[in-house]
């Protein structure tokens, strides 16, 4: 059975990834602009939310139903990775649509109490025993 820290980790990455979809729609003149800029079409734009998409399934997969440790520290790397973009992007950040700002500071947040949650003492020792767990 899993720990209720890893539960509740996969619950919210699976309402990070609707957010991060309805941000994307709601933010997407800004954002194919922006890559437009920069000479690249729409189809990058759309790969490129593919494969982030691909990349949050898998390691929600890995995490929170294999147990994988080494599937943990990727995911608290790019979630860190991901904050100190944030962090440097904020300018661009406040000139996304209101609606599209809210939702990446919502994304933000959750994104710190999920890597608080794989931290916690339940989710370690789900991290930490041998062998695979069973998928409940």
Same mark, same amino acid.
């Given at each position: ?27 997407? +003149?800004?954002?194919? @602009? @922006? #890559? ?12 490129? #939310? /593919?494969?982030?998409? $691909? ?8 995490? @929170? ?9 990727? #995911?608290?790397?790019?979630?860190? /990775? ?22 990446? /500071? $919502? ?14 003492? +339940? ?9 695979? $767990?069973? @998928? +409940?």
């Amino acid at each position: 059975m899993r720990p209720a820290s890893i539960v509740t980790f996969e619950r919210l990455l699976l309402l990070m990834i609707v957010l991060g979809l309805v941000g994307a729609v709601l933010s997407w +003149d800004t954002t194919a @602009a @922006a #890559y437009a800029a920069q000479g690249l079409s729409e189809g990058v734009l759309i790969a490129a #939310y /593919a494969v982030a998409l $691909a990349v949050s399934l898998l390691l929600l997969w890995l995490i @929170a139903r294999r147990g994988s440790n080494v599937a943990r520290w990727v #995911y608290v790397v790019l979630c860190l /990775a991901g904050l100190a973009v944030s962090l440097t992007t904020v300018g661009a950040l406040l000139r996304q649509p209101l609606p599209a700002l809210l939702m990446q /500071a $919502a994304q933000l947040l959750l994104t710190i109490f999920s890597v608080v949650l794989l931290f916690r003492a +339940d989710a370690s020792a789900w991290f930490s025993r041998s062998g695979s $767990a069973p @998928a +409940d």
